[in-house]
């Protein structure tokens, strides 16, 4: 675990004063930051087998260095079987050093491991954080492909402190993150 700040460091090393000059900040209090990264797995599946949220959670957790969460349902849906409170998905919110950490290792080992990898999509909510669709749990090097049931997929949403989309695009391009193209939509 020796170079967990390596990407930290880099950040303020390099890319917040890349970003200052870039959008003209006049104080480095503005400069855009990374918050949060929350990995969130839907297990709509799970309603009918509850050991695919043990699963979930031990894959997730092995991904991610922190202990998963299952998440549940709010309410009840008789169609799909659903009670309230039933755990239909796991997720991870991870800051400071192991949101890094994760970043680091999404960004140069996992999603280079994705067949055909063209890049991925630049599409952010509107206020600067990006949501990054993965369809295998698979291309992390911490999953055992052995000892895979389902082929599980998961959201990475990426919140950062950016005002606009534009800005938080430049944040997470600069952390590595390898989008398709640079244009905007």
């Known amino acids: ?44 599946i799970a309603v009918a087998d509850k050991k695919i949220i043990d699963v979930a959670i031990s894959e997730l957790t092995a991904i991610t260095g922190q202990k998963a969460v299952a998440t549940v349902s709010r309410k009840d849906i008789a169609n799909f079987k659903l009670r309230k409170k039933m755990p239909v998905g796991v997720m991870v919110t991870l800051r400071r050093e192991r949101m890094y950490e994760f970043l680091e290792r999404l960004v140069r080992v996992a999603l280079p491991r994705i067949r055909d990898f063209k890049g991925i999509e630049s599409k952010f909510d509107g206020k600067g954080n990006y949501t990054l669709g ?11 492909i052995d000892s895979i049931t389902r082929i599980l997929g998961m959201n990475i949403t990426f919140v950062t402190s950016a005002n606009t989309d534009e800005e938080g695009y430049a944040l997470l391009k600069e952390f590595g993150l390898p989008f398709k193209n640079a244009k905007k939509d």
């Open 1 to 44: 675990m020796g170079n967990t700040a390596s990407l930290k460091k880099e950040y303020a090393e390099r890319i917040a004063p890349a970003l200052k000059s870039q959008f003209q900040y006049s104080s480095s209090m503005q400069v855009p930051v990374l918050k949060k990264i929350v990995i969130n797995q839907g297990l709509g």
């Open 134 to 144: 993965i369809q295998e749990q698979i291309i992390f090097p911490e999953i055992n």
